[in-house]
Every structure is written in structure tokens, then in C-alpha cells.
DNA sequence: TGATCCATGTAAGCCGTTACATGATTGG
DNA sequence: CCAATCATGTAACGGCTTACATGGATCA
């Protein structure tokens, strides 16, 4: 049994290698890359997490590191993707674990939108609507800028499109929800209850 | 300062207080209501996170505990939201913490269609498909049983939207990304690289 | 007769965040 | 002059999942 050990790719180090994927990279690279990018769908990770993956992928031959030094500033290390890499990524890609899901905090807000103040679920609908808004902007501005290929504009697409709707049902229903909630003058009532 | 030492409440402690709201259950039953129930958009939480949630919340008054005997099985203890629970949920949905977020290994694949197998493609296409059809309906079969109130509606609506309008992008669009990754034909230029 | 439902809980361990430690350079 | 950017890393702590432990009742 000579087989290697493939995978075993935690989500950070699956990220890295992903990223990597399109050229070499620093840590702090790809943290930004992270955040930024189109790669903000998977997971946002931190220094403290994207580090020590990138530690345990070059000792596990998934990336080499080649060190550029700077005055006044730490070595920079820059990680290059190995063709070892490149298979686990594509390993890890194929038997594709989980499925997506959304975590909406917003959403539990609305759920009790009868119960919580009206300046709660106002202020929460417009920090969503501004949110959703400049993500739009974002996805249009990334997609406008820089060349993709085709699989990275249907992917800005998809994102845009599923934005758009969100968009389109809170302009529609807000003030619906907003109604929900215990008018300004009904506070008595829930200070009373 | 005498103030209580509200929240604290990690987010299973909260979807726990979000699903006893509506009335007594049990920590089986909250599991439950949390993968099945339109509470799904937040946390589904396992039995290892929410019987120390609910033991923890009983400790510090937020929720009461009644045991019901059963014969044959562990007494049920059912739990009941107190007023103090009320307001710390209360308190914990105002101070609104974190964005929505997607967590999307599909778009991860789809961004590397170029690169896997076409089959791998076209089975987490026609996965995706499966699953957003399958929550479509499921949706609308909450939505139709049993009542709701304004706002569980407000969100189902939501979430049938998005939904919708990610299926319509899939179905308009799974072509073209299929498309996009390497022909059967093309096999070997994947081995031979 | 074998899986699934009911029903509770503990212990180990993974994976990740937060905070810390350090510090020059650049832009507003 | 202050904030942000660049740049790497460690240590402590937290929360959640997984696996374990137990076992009768019900349904196919």
C-alpha cells in the first residue's frame, strides 16, 4: 500500500491550496484574497489558522516556500503550489464534503420581528439592504475589473443573482416586517407585559 | 452596579431560547426543530452542544426544567422559557452580532470547473439541484401546514426567493459550466500535463 | 428481525478565533 | 501625526462535532 495519504485537507488548508492554485502567494496574500476576492464564499479565515495550514502543506510537499528578504519587514515567504498539491486540491474538490449552507442572524431577527423593539428590526433590515447593496457593487466591481475565465464569471453571476433577489424581497417586504414589529407607541405594552 | 450580567449567549444558547419561545420542549425536540424547522438558517446544532446549553441555561435562570418519568426510557426533561430568557433572547437579537453568511463548497467546485473531472461537475450540479429543489418544496410544505405568524412567513418567503432564484440560475445556467470542464474525450490531456 | 424513533448525557479532540508580540513604511 | 498597510508567527481559549454509553418501543 503505496498509495499516499491524499487529502485529509482541513477547509483552511483546501482554501490555500485553491488560491494557490493561481499563483504563488504570501500568507498574508491570501488572507487578504480570503476576505476579498471571490474566494469569500468558503471560509474567511484568520493569520492564526492560514499560517500553520501553510506550515503543514509545505511539509507535506503540497507547496514549496521560497523566502524574499526585505529590510525593516519580516521575510517575506511565498508559496508556490506543487503538482502534489494541485492533485489534492483536485482530490479534495471531487469528493466535495459538505453542503452549502446559510447562517442568517438577520433571519432570526425577522422571526421575532413581533418581538424585539422596531428600531431593532428597522435598524436590522437597513443594515442588511446597505450590506446587500455594496456586496452588488462589489460583485459588479470585481467582475468588471481584471480578466476571469469563464468559470469565475459564472460563479460572480450566481452570486449576484441570489444578492439581487435577497434585494429585490427586502425592498418589496420591509415595510411588511417593519409593521410587525411593536409600534414606537405600543413600547408601554411590552415594558408592561 | 447591580446590572444583570445578561447575555453571554453563545449561539446555541440562543437558538435553544429562540425554539423554547414558542413553547416547551425537549433538548431532543429542540435538535429536531433544528434541522427540520424554519430554524434552520441559523445553527444545526448536535445533542453535544445543546444538552450543556440547556443545562447551562436552567443554572443561570433563564429557562426552567420540569421531568417527566417515562418507563423504559430517560425521564423527559422538558424545558420552559422564564421572563429572564425572554429578555436576554430579546437583549441578544437587539445586539444583532455577526453578517449572513454563505458557506458554498458547490461555488468552490464550480469556480475550479475547468480543472476536475467533468463528472465531477455535473454530479455536484445535479446534487445542488437535487437540494435546492428538495428545500423549495419542503418550504412550502412548512409554510402550508400548520399556521404561522406574520414574521415566520415574512422569512419562509425569503428563503423561498432565494431559493428560486438560485435554481432558475442553475437550471439557466448548468450548461455552460458543464461546458466548461474538460470532455470525457479530454481525459488524457488531464493525465498527461 | 433489524432499523428507526425516542431520550439523555459525557469525553476527547479538532479547528478555529482572539489577543499578543514586533515594527518599518506610506498615505491622508 | 495617526492610521493603515505590510508581514510573520504563537499561545490561550472556546465552541462544536464525533464517538461513546444505554436501551425500550415501534414499525416495516
Redesign the interface.
Known sequence: MTERDTDNLSPVA?LCL?IL?HGEATGYEIKKASVEG?FS???DASYGSIYPALARLANDGHVTQREELQSGRPARKVYSITRRGRDA??AA??A??????????????????????RS?VE??VA??RR?LTSEIAHLEEIASAGEH????R??L???R??M???L???DA?AA??IA?APAPADARKLAAE
Open positions: 483546501t485553491a492554485h471571490d464564499y468558503f471560509v486540491l483536485i474538490l471531487s466535495m464534503p459538505g453542503e452549502d449552507q446559510f447562517r442568517s442572524p438577520f433571519l432570526l431577527v425577522a422571526k421575532f420581528a413581533g418581538e424585539v423593539p431593532v435598524a436590522a443594515e442588511r450590506w475565465d469563464e468559470a469565475a459564472w460563479i453571476g450566481y452570486g443573482v441570489c439581487t433577489a435577497s429585490a424581497y427586502l417586504n411588511a416586517l410587525v
